[in-house]
Every structure is written in structure tokens, then in C-alpha cells.
């Protein structure tokens, strides 16, 4: 189910390369709907950063996770990520692909909220993902307005007691 809405939100953000409100999150489920398993912050990449990149924080029954793609497939089992926060110094993580290959994900809160801690102050993320010597995804996202998707998606992820 919840990767059958993020495709559906990938081609979505895909369709919409006119869109100018790159800073805008798109916000599916929320902490007030006690009944959804999944609540989940989208944002699209800046249009000058070229193909259009996802990067969404989900909240799933309760687990945390973050992921970066595409709505094409890549034959890449993971990435190697290069960030940088407002221009500053390179950071790196690894990501592994989701099942779909269509995305990168940090799968839980271990790996994914302290990623999500560290940018949530900034207004520009810059992303180089690489497999090996090939980049695969190069983007930059506004981030001046993660914090009202933060709060609605992070903090509350895991305090629930979601059930199935």
C-alpha cells in the first residue's frame, strides 16, 4: 500500500514540473487521524535542479523512515549520498534501495531521524547520489519549510501504538 502512494506521488510530482512552490510539503495522513498507519511528508526538488526527485519522510504503523527517488528504476542496490546542508560542508550517508529500485530509503528511526535532526534547520538540501562512479540522482530541495512537515511526521512517529 505504501509504496503503491508513493509511486502514485512520484508521478504526481513528475506531472506538475510547472509548479513554482518548491518549498511546499504534501502531507498524506496526519497525527489527528487516529486510524491511518501512514503519515507522510513529500517535497519535490527544485525545478532548476533538472529531473524531478521526491524526498519524503513517511511514518508507517509507527516506523520512521526517509527515502529519495525517481519514478524510473535504477540498477543500483544502493546509493552512496553526498549532502549538504545551505552550502556547507559534505556529509555522507548510505542508502539502500527499496524493493521498487524506483527509490533510496534510511528504513528506520535508527538511521533515518538523526538525518532528518541534522537538516531540519536549513532552507537548501543538495543531494549527489552515486552507484559506484555513476551519479544517479542529483538534486537540490528547499527545505525552508520542513519544519511544520517535521512536526507532523517525525515527532510523533512511534509514540502512537499503531495497530493494524
Same mark, same amino acid.
Given at each position: 500500500?505504501?509504496?503503491?502512494?508513493?509511486?502514485?506521488?512520484?508521478?504526481?510530482?513528475?506531472?506538475?514540473?510547472?509548479?513554482?512552490?518548491?518549498?511546499?510539503?504534501?502531507?498524506?495522513?496526519?497525527?489527528?487521524?487516529?486510524?491511518?498507519?501512514?503519515?507522510?511528508?513529500?517535497?519535490?526538488?527544485?525545478?532548476?535542479?533538472?529531473?524531478?526527485? #521526491?524526498?519524503?519522510?513517511?511514518?508507517?504503523?509507527?516506523?520512521?523512515?526517509?527515502? &529519495?527517488?525517481?519514478?524510473? #528504476?535504477?540498477? $543500483?542496490?544502493?546509493?552512496?549520498?553526498?549532502?549538504? &546542508?545551505?552550502?556547507?560542508?559534505?556529509?555522507?550517508?548510505?542508502?539502500?534501495?527499496?524493493?521498487?529500485?524506483?527509490?533510496?530509503?534510511?528504513?528506520?528511526?535508527?538511521?533515518?531521524?538523526?538525518?532528518?535532526?541534522? &537538516?531540519?534547520?536549513?532552507?537548501?538540501?543538495?543531494?549527489?547520489?552515486?552507484?559506484?562512479?555513476?551519479?544517479? #540522482?542529483?538534486?537540490?530541495?528547499?527545505?525552508?519549510?520542513?519544519?511544520? $512537515?517535521?512536526? &507532523?511526521?517525525?515527532?510523533?512517529?512511534?509514540?502512537?501504538?499503531?495497530?493494524?
Amino acid at each position: 500500500m505504501a509504496l503503491a502512494a508513493l509511486a502514485l506521488t512520484i508521478a504526481a510530482a513528475n506531472a506538475q514540473t510547472g509548479s513554482t512552490a518548491s518549498a511546499e510539503w504534501e502531507i498524506h495522513g496526519g497525527p489527528h487521524q487516529t486510524e491511518t498507519l501512514i503519515t507522510m511528508g513529500v517535497l519535490r526538488s527544485k525545478p532548476e535542479s533538472g529531473e524531478r526527485t #521526491i524526498f519524503a519522510m513517511a511514518c508507517i504503523m509507527d516506523t520512521l523512515s526517509l527515502w &529519495i527517488g525517481r519514478d524510473r #528504476i535504477f540498477n $543500483a542496490d544502493a546509493a552512496e549520498v553526498t549532502y549538504r &546542508i545551505d552550502g556547507g560542508p559534505p556529509h555522507s550517508v548510505s542508502m539502500p534501495a527499496r524493493e521498487n529500485k524506483r527509490t533510496f530509503e534510511l528504513p528506520d528511526a535508527d538511521t533515518a531521524k538523526p538525518f532528518l535532526d541534522q &537538516i531540519v534547520g536549513g532552507q537548501t538540501l543538495d543531494v549527489v547520489m552515486r552507484d559506484k562512479d555513476t551519479v544517479l #540522482i542529483e538534486a537540490s530541495f528547499d527545505i525552508s519549510r520542513m519544519r511544520e $512537515a517535521y512536526d &507532523i511526521v517525525v515527532q510523533p512517529c512511534g509514540k502512537q501504538d499503531v495497530q493494524p
